[in-house]
Nanobody
Framework: QVQLVESWGGLVQAGASLRLSCVAS????????MGWFRQAPGKEREFVAA????????FNADSVKGRFTTSRNNAKNMVYQQMNRLKPETTVVYYC?????????????????????WGQGTQVTVSS
């Protein structure tokens, strides 16, 4: 049974940092592309970043470039999202996802329906 579990969301002030983690079980972790998405209430799920099994380079949404860093540890079946200089926003849920996607990044990686497995999400609230 495939399972993804995100952790370490929370409430922080604008400008602060958070490091989300996601642990995967039940599949060959290193074969998959990992993605991070986020979703605000009433909005579409939005692509944040993707990382292939080999790690860097990662593929990031323009909105987070220079502030967010994605990494993974295949030995621990973990993927991380370091988020710096967080901007004020209402509660957003961050999800990690896995999919058998191409190792060549493209707009396909932005599409949440291309990912096969999802975690339950972790909430992030950034106050002003």
């Amino acid at each position: 049974q495939v399972q993804l579990v995100e952790s370490w969301g929370g409430l922080v002030q604008a400008g602060a940092s958070l490091r989300l983690s996601c642990v995967a079980s039940g599949l060959t972790f290193s074969s998959y592309v990992m993605g991070w998405f986020r979703q605000a209430p009433g909005k579409e799920r939005e692509f944040v970043a993707a990382i292939r099994w080999s790690g860097a380079p990662t593929f990031n949404a323009d909105s987070v470039k220079g502030r967010f860093t994605t990494s993974r540890n295949n030995a621990k079946n973990m993927v991380y999202q370091q988020m710096n200089r967080l901007k004020p926003e209402t509660t957003v849920v961050y999800y990690c996802a896995e999919g058998l996607l191409s190792l060549i990044y493209s707009s396909t990686h932005w599409r949440h329906e291309k990912y096969d497995y999802w975690g339950q999400g972790t909430q992030v609230t950034v106050s002003s």
